[in-house]
């Protein structure tokens, strides 16, 4: 038996505060005053002289429930997907919240003496570890406080090393190629670090163009490359390995972007394909809280000859002993307070104990086998811009939709109003009309086909998703 409300209630055509209003509601009642009344008990100058015109005049229970309706509104990964491209917003497990409020971990003070602090000195120790194994890069600190500040935290190693490895003469090394679908905060940590910036321009597959690069690369001045694979179209870059040598070759050292190890982890490590340094975003990738102006944790990790730039404090394991090495002569300083903010790091390191190898595996596949479902099953509605198989997410632009006067922000602002969030809009900048899609390991097909894609018996399930909502006619 299916049982439907005819309508919804309460609704979400919530009127504003001001036409709740009646003349005289009040949302208080003070007690009678028992002692004399004094004029000038208050400041005038800090006295009202138009007796609250124009405020509402509300009860309070009219406050409580029309501000708590208003915020059943918000949307939530509890409740829904954020289908969000290039952002990877994957459910955040309870477990892992349970274990950041152990009390020795949520309580511990950060100026605790070393011998107080074992326990969380030896978890953060245990997550190097695991993302040392992870990347293949064995160079980790876990200090930067989000991604783009691991990301900044990696470009200065690279002018760290290079100062001293070419001393005088690095000066004339100093510019850094960023592919043009890089994420915005690339060229920006680049340029923050002392480095101008040369952009590499992509093939009709949408990878790295291969001539232009060699091109930049005789031009002389190489610092370094700065890359995210998969990329930000989601295809693999294939040629790595060869980026890579053209790099070093050149006299510099590849930073790639980690924002996409929701592809990677547990099948390739950015290490073994001659990648120098990388940050992770453990909010991304190892599911810590994503966004909401919360604290972040960005690791940077980097190879063996990097690793005497890395911030300070290093956590280092003598005997059975965890200690804080300050002894750090090369290192390029701290980036954070204290050493980061360590709630992410409980979380993140239970993520991967629960998951363990095998699991962080198949979460990795789970992710890249939902975006090529994604991909296959929008591929005749939406303009696939690039033939190559994605990875992690898909892309498509608003091209075929553009000839009926739609475009992507119509797509998105309908999406909004069946309950369902939209995609990463109009990103990367180098597709017009982007719609990028992340559906991550969190999604099962039945997401992508719920009854409300079905009210048409001419739309077949998920076979054109996003498709009612191009036109009301469509529905």
Not at 44 to 69: I, K, Q
Not at 229 to 242: D, L, R, S
Not at 333 to 338: D, I, L, M, S, W
Request: aromatic fraction near 8%; hydrophobic fraction near 40%.
């Amino acid at each position: 038996m299916s049982i439907k409300k005819v309508t919804q209630h309460p609704t979400q055509n919530e009127g504003l505060i001001f036409e709740r209003s009646q003349i005289g509601r009040v949302g208080y009642r003070l007690p009678t005053l028992d002692v004399p009344e004094t004029a000038d008990a208050i400041p005038a100058e800090l006295c009202r002289d138009d007796d609250l015109a124009g405020v509402p005049e509300v009860s309070e229970v009219d406050v409580v429930r029309h501000f708590t309706r208003m915020s059943t509104w918000n949307y939530s990964i509890d409740l829904g997907m954020y289908p969000l491209g290039s952002c990877t917003m994957k459910y955040n497990s309870r477990l892992n919240e349970k274990m950041a409020r152990i009390p020795g971990f949520a309580n511990l003070h950060p100026l605790a003496p070393e011998e107080e602090s074992q326990g969380a000195l030896e978890l953060i120790y245990k997550l190097q570890e695991d993302l040392a194994e992870i990347t293949g890069l064995p160079g980790v600190s876990l200090q930067p406080a989000a991604g783009a500040q691991g990301e900044m935290t990696g470009v200065m190693l690279i002018r760290a090393f290079l100062d001293k490895r070419d001393g005088e003469a690095s000066k004339d090394r100093r510019v850094m190629l960023i592919p043009e679908s890089a994420h915005g905060t690339n060229p920006a940590s680049a340029a923050m670090a002392g480095f101008t910036v040369k952009t590499i321009r992509a093939t009709a597959e949408g990878i790295t163009d291969m001539e232009h690069l060699r091109e930049l690369c005789n031009e002389g001045g190489i610092a370094g490359v700065m890359f995210t694979n998969p990329n930000t179209f989601g295809i693999f870059e294939k040629n790595i390995k060869e980026i890579c040598d053209v790099i070093h070759k050149a006299g510099g050292l590849v930073y790639m972007d980690g924002a996409n190890m929701n592809a990677l982890v547990g099948v390739a490590r950015p290490g073994d394909m001659g990648v120098d340094v990388i940050h992770l975003n453990l909010h991304k990738t190892f599911s810590t809280p994503h966004g909401g102006g919360g604290p972040g944790c960005g690791p940077c990790c980097c190879t063996e000859e990097l690793a005497e730039f890395l911030p300070v404090p290093r956590v280092e394991k003598l005997g059975d002993t965890y200690k804080l090495n300050y002894d750090m002569p090369k290192s390029i300083g701290r980036v954070k307070a204290f050493f980061g903010n360590f709630g992410m790091m409980v979380r993140a390191l239970s993520y991967i104990y629960t998951h363990g190898a095998s699991g962080l595996k198949e979460a990795t596949e789970t992710a890249v086998l939902n975006a090529r479902y994604v991909g296959e099953k929008l591929k005749e509605t939406y303009h696939k811009p690039y033939d190559a198989d994605c990875m992690h997410e898909a892309i498509f632009s608003h091209k075929n939709q553009t000839r009926s006067g739609v475009h992507t922000l119509d797509i998105a602002k309908r999406l909004i109003d069946y309950g369902f969030h939209p995609p990463t809009v109009y990103f990367p900048l180098v597709v017009e009309g982007a719609m990028l899609i992340e559906p991550t390991e969190s999604v099962g097909r039945a997401d992508w086909s719920c009854s409300v894609w079905l009210q048409s018996p001419a739309q077949p399930a998920v076979a054109r998703f996003l498709a009612i909502y191009l036109l009301p006619e469509a529905e």
